[in-house]
């Protein structure tokens, strides 16, 4: 099916998250969230995308740790020619009233990881099929997510999803989990072709049941997860032995193999989660130039260009870093996670992206794994819990926490009212006790 050309003029729902018709107000204008399916953009796609940022926008650019992106600065007069000039570009969902829905996350090397047991593609199509064509899942939270874990390498997996699916080695079955992440405590296992079966009746009987609960770890809360479980419409293969926990602490950047020989893979950063329309623009002509005219974004807030030639992987790194990507995994902006701050966000104590960058030059290669700097303790930025956190209080000041095993929130606070000075002073060192 073909996705339908819907009028730019759609009413939202109700919700705090933005979405392609739902353009939320903040400091520094509109945001717009645009939802791509496998975290794929088309060069020409990239290139629809950079112009409306221009045209419509400040020309700012959020990559999210969902794989999505995010059009800042949206004037108001211009909410329906973005949204137009996104349709135009094949970048709705298939149904007006399903763009709430599009939350599935896969690894961006998808299809090319050498070491996934799964291609998880032809499935995240199915499901997000599913999705959009089931009138009923329009009203699941525009939070509710799901995730697919193939086995691959180049995966995030410590972001919780309210439904998860992990490939088995031979690819032929999946174990999966409720309000948690892949490869940890997998509650039974279904063949590969009954998995869209499952994900329906699953989602059938968590709307049955949630009442007034949003997320599947409110409803699991209330209810045992046995209890849950025993309603489901057919029985379960018993679950595997745990996976191996998977903890990154950090994007693994930089330049990977391919399954496809001959081929390789560029993972890079965004600096603080922000491209500039030119950037995205020179990104896709990087990609039809030198490789399949394809960019993936990632759920470390950067990008994958995948499919270029081996012999060209060198040249291909210094054009992405020229046009002010990240690529060392060492490097301090490689390291730092910030959300948009006072200058974007009523709810913030400090202008974090600044501090960020003045961070940056306290630290070097040998300094903190991931530190995320925190506006308010709503950690927008990140989906779990850094390393090390620095929290801004009131006055543009920051307490520093580090995260600790048996803690709950960011974990033990090491120090109080820092200026992001005595902060870098304090991180630098890599051991801020």
């Not at 996705?3 to 353009?23: D, H, K, M, T, Y």
């Not at 060069?43 to 221009?54: D, I, L, P, S």
């Not at 990881?113 to 099929?129: C, F, G, S």
């Not at 990008?303 to 002010?324: F, K, N, S, T, Y």
């Amino acid at each position: 099916m073909q996705p339908e050309s819907p009028p730019a003029a759609v009413v939202p729902r109700p919700s705090a998250c933005p979405g392609l018709w739902r353009i939320v107000p903040s400091r520094d204008g509109g945001i717009c969230r645009v939802k791509l399916p496998g975290g794929r953009l088309s060069g020409e796609q990239a290139r629809a995308v950079a112009e409306a940022a221009r045209r419509c926008a400040g020309g700012v650019l959020e990559l999210t740790n969902r794989s999505n992106l995010q059009i800042r600065g949206v004037r108001e007069a211009c909410h329906e020619q973005l949204v137009r000039r996104l349709l135009d570009a094949g970048l709705g969902p298939r149904h007006a009233a399903a763009d709430d829905v599009r939350n599935l996350l896969i690894s961006p090397a998808a299809g090319r990881d050498p070491a996934a047991h799964l291609d998880t593609r032809p499935l995240a199509e199915r499901l997000l099929a599913l999705l959009q064509d089931t009138p009923a899942f329009h009203g699941l939270s525009a939070k509710f997510a799901l995730q697919l874990d193939g086995g691959e390498t180049l995966a995030m997996l410590d972001h919780p999803h309210d439904l998860w699916l992990g490939a088995l080695p031979g690819g032929t079955r999946m174990a999966f989990g409720l309000a948690g992440c892949p490869r940890r405590g997998a509650l039974g296992v279904v063949e590969l072709e009954r998995v869209p079966a499952l994900v329906e009746a699953l989602l059938r009987l968590f709307l049955e049941l949630a009442g007034e609960r949003t997320r599947m770890r409110q409803l699991l809360a209330d209810m045992p997860v046995a209890d849950f479980l025993a309603r489901l419409p057919f029985a379960l293969q018993d679950p595997p032995p745990t996976f191996a926990p998977v903890t990154l602490d950090g994007a693994p950047l930089g330049i990977h193999a391919q399954a496809q020989p001959g081929r390789a893979m560029l993972l890079a950063g965004a600096p603080l989660g922000r491209l500039h329309a030119d950037q995205l623009q020179a990104l896709a002509d990087l990609a039809g130039t030198e490789g399949s005219d394809e960019l993936r974004l990632t759920p470390w807030q950067g990008v994958l260009l995948p499919d270029v030639a081996v012999e060209r992987q060198a040249a291909v790194a210094r054009a992405m870093a020229d046009i002010g990507l990240v690529l060392d995994a060492r490097a301090p902006l490689a390291r730092l996670l910030a959300c948009s701050g006072t200058a974007g966000c009523a709810r913030a104590e400090a202008d974090t992206k600044a501090d960020a960058l003045r961070l940056a030059t306290h630290l070097g290669p040998d300094g903190p794994a991931q530190v995320h700097l925190c506006g308010c303790p709503r950690s927008c930025a990140a989906a779990h819990v850094a390393p090390y956190t620095l929290l801004a209080r009131s006055g543009g000041r920051y307490d520093l926490y580090r995260r600790e095993r048996d803690q709950a929130g960011f974990g033990r606070l090491l120090a109080s009212s820092l200026d992001i000075d005595q902060a870098g002073e304090r991180l630098a060192t890599g051991t801020p006790e």
